[in-house]
C-alpha cells in the first residue's frame, strides 16, 4: 500500500524543457501511473524514490514534450507489399531497387512503390506505365508520389481495379491518377485487405512513429470499419504505442454518425476527430488551385474539388452539427473559397471555441492570413516542404522557392500553427525533428521561427488543436507523461536539429522506444 505513494519511474539529471512559459526548465521529473505528478530540481524528486521506482540518470540529456504529428497518413494502401523509394536519386534507380525487391514476392500480390520525387532526380524523368509493366507483367503496381496527389498504375493494376474512365484526371493510356483517381485505386488495393493486414500495417508504421519521437498522431483517414478495429485490437493488446486523434472525410461523416461515432468519441488513447474536407490538389501534380495559370500552361489554374456552393454547404453543415473542420486548401484560390465558406458559417452560427482548420496554408497571401486570424482559423502546416522548395520553382516559376510556407509571416499575424508531416511514418521526411529543422532554417531568412516556437508547434499548440491541452503538449503535473529524450539540445544546436537522435520515447509513463545506444544508469 506505501509503494502507491511512490513514483513509477522519474528522471534525474536532465535538461527539461517543459514548454510552458510558467514552469520554464528543470532538471527532474516524477511518474505514477500514466502522468506526470512531479517535476524540479534532482534533489528534490530523489526525496519522493520509493524502493521499486524505477530511476533514469538522464546524463544532462534533453527532453521535452512528446512530438503531436497533426497531419499524416496511415492506411493509405495497407495492402501490398511496400516498397521506399524516398532516397532513390534517378529513374534508373528507382527501377533498380523495385526490380531487387520484387525478387521477395510472390505473383498477383499488389506492389506499391511509395515516396518518389520526380523533381528532386537528376533527369526528372517519370517511370512509366511501360516501364512498370516490363519489370511487373503479373503483379499489379502502382507508384504514388510522395505529396500523395499523383500515381502510376501499370496493367496488370488497371485491369484489377477497373477504373471508372470517367473520373477525372485519369489517363488509362499512360496509367497515371491524379486527386480523386488515385484515391479511387488506393480503395480500390485495400478492399481485399483483411483486418489482420490493416493492423500489420499500422503497428508497422506506428513503430516507425515512435523512433522519430511521436507521441501523438492526428490522422487524415479514409476511416472503416477495418480501421477502427485495428486500432482497437492494438489498444487491447498494449501495442498502440502512440496515441490516435482519426480525422475522417466528410463524405464518410453520416455512415460514422449512424454507429453513434460522433466527433469527439473515445478516450486518451482513441479520439475520432475533426472531419476533413479536400477543396484542391497540390503544387508537385499542378492540381493546386490558384488565382493564376501554372507556368507553360494555357490558362490552367490547377483544380478545385467543388464548386463554391457545394464546398460553402459542406462548411455551413459541419460548422452547424459542431463538428471542428481540417480543410485541405494549397493554392491561394481554395484558401480564397474555403475561407469564405468558413466566415458564412461563424455568421449564421457563432462558435468561438471552433478551432477549424486550413491543412496546408501553402501560398497563402497577406490578405488570406489576416482573414485566418481575425476568424481564429488554425494553420496546419508542414515545414518539411521547405526542404523541397525546388518544387515550387519548378512547378510554379522563379522565386516561388522563398514565397512558399511563410511561417514567421503567418505566427506574426497571431495565428496558431501546428505541424505534421503529410506523410507516413515509413519516410524519413516525417520525422519532427527534420520539420523543426527546416522550420527554423528555411532556406527564406526573413521566414524562420524560433527553435521554441518550432517545437510549441509540435507540443503544446498541437495538442490545443486537438482540444487536448489539458492532457498533453507541455511538461507538467498532472498531463501525461508522453515525453521524448533527445541525444542533443536543439537549442543549442540549431543548425543541426535534423541531426539529432531520438533516445527514448515515454508515452503514457512507458518507455515505447530506447535507442540501441542509449545506454541508462538504472
Request: aromatic residues 6%; glycine residues 8%.
Amino acid at each position: 500500500m506505501i509503494n502507491n505513494l511512490y513514483p513509477d519511474l522519474v528522471l534525474l539529471n536532465g535538461n527539461i524543457y517543459t514548454i510552458n512559459s510558467t514552469m520554464g526548465k528543470a532538471r527532474a521529473l516524477a511518474i505514477k501511473g500514466d502522468k506526470v505528478i512531479n517535476i524540479g530540481e534532482s534533489y528534490e524528486i530523489e526525496r519522493c524514490i520509493g524502493h521499486y521506482t524505477k530511476i533514469f540518470d538522464l546524463e544532462g540529456k534533453t527532453v521535452l514534450p512528446g512530438f503531436i504529428d497533426c497531419h499524416t497518413h496511415f492506411t493509405i494502401s495497407c495492402s501490398g507489399f511496400h516498397i521506399d523509394l524516398y532516397s532513390v536519386a534517378s529513374k534508373e534507380e528507382a527501377l533498380s531497387l523495385i526490380n531487387t525487391k520484387i525478387k521477395e514476392i510472390s505473383n498477383e500480390k499488389w506492389v506499391i512503390g511509395e515516396h518518389w520525387d520526380a523533381y528532386r532526380w537528376q533527369k526528372e524523368e517519370a517511370i512509366t506505365k511501360e516501364e512498370l509493366d516490363a519489370l511487373l507483367p503479373d503483379n499489379p503496381a502502382i507508384l504514388v508520389n510522395l505529396d500523395l496527389h499523383e500515381g502510376i498504375v501499370n496493367s496488370k493494376g488497371l485491369e484489377v481495379l477497373k477504373l471508372p474512365r470517367d473520373i477525372p484526371i485519369f489517363d488509362e493510356s499512360n496509367g497515371i491518377v491524379r486527386e480523386k483517381a488515385l484515391e479511387n485505386a488506393l480503395r480500390g488495393i485495400d478492399k481485399s485487405a483483411d483486418l489482420k493486414v490493416v493492423k500489420e500495417r499500422i503497428e508497422t508504421l506506428i513503430n516507425e512513429a515512435v523512433k522519430m519521437g511521436v507521441t501523438s498522431i492526428q490522422v487524415m483517414s479514409d476511416l472503416d470499419e477495418k480501421d477502427l478495429k485495428a486500432y482497437a485490437a492494438l489498444l487491447k493488446e498494449g501495442k498502440l504505442k502512440v496515441r490516435v486523434y482519426l480525422m475522417p472525410y466528410i463524405h464518410q461523416l453520416g455512415h460514422l454518425l449512424k454507429l453513434g461515432l460522433t466527433p469527439g468519441f473515445g478516450n486518451e488513447w482513441i479520439t475520432i476527430g475533426a472531419v476533413k474536407i479536400i477543396a484542391d490538389g497540390d503544387i508537385a501534380s499542378q492540381t493546386a488551385a490558384m488565382s493564376s495559370p501554372y507556368p507553360n500552361s494555357t490558362g490552367y489554374k490547377g483544380a478545385l474539388r467543388y464548386s463554391r456552393e457545394d464546398l460553402k454547404k459542406k462548411i455551413i453543415e459541419a460548422h452547424r452539427a459542431g463538428l471542428q473542420l481540417a480543410i485541405h486548401a494549397i493554392g491561394d484560390r481554395a484558401i480564397d473559397l474555403v475561407q469564405e465558406g468558413i466566415e458564412d458559417a461563424l455568421t449564421l452560427y457563432p462558435l468561438k471555441e471552433h478551432r477549424h482548420r486550413i491543412e496546408h496554408f501553402e501560398l497563402a497571401n497577406p490578405n488570406q492570413m489576416d482573414k485566418a486570424a481575425r476568424l481564429g482559423i488554425i494553420a496546419s502546416m508542414q515545414p518539411c516542404l521547405l526542404a523541397r522548395s525546388y518544387v515550387y520553382e519548378k512547378s510554379l516559376g522563379e522565386g516561388w522557392g522563398k514565397r512558399n510556407n511563410l511561417l514567421k509571416q503567418v505566427a506574426d499575424k497571431g495565428i496558431t500553427i501546428v505541424f505534421g508531416s503529410d506523410i507516413d511514418p515509413a519516410c524519413a521526411m516525417s520525422s519532427p525533428l527534420y520539420g523543426i529543422h527546416w522550420a527554423v532554417n528555411t532556406p527564406n531568412p526573413r521566414q524562420r521561427l524560433g527553435v521554441e516556437e518550432a517545437i510549441k508547434s509540435y507540443t503544446s499548440k498541437a495538442a490545443f488543436a486537438s482540444f487536448e491541452e489539458d492532457l498533453k503538449g507541455t511538461i507538467e503535473p498532472g498531463k501525461l507523461a508522453d515525453l521524448v529524450i533527445l541525444s542533443d539540445n536543439p537549442f543549442e544546436q540549431q543548425d543541426r536539429i535534423k541531426e539529432i537522435k531520438v533516445l527514448m520515447t515515454i508515452v503514457g509513463g512507458k518507455p515505447r522506444f530506447i535507442n540501441e545506444n542509449f545506454k541508462l544508469e538504472h
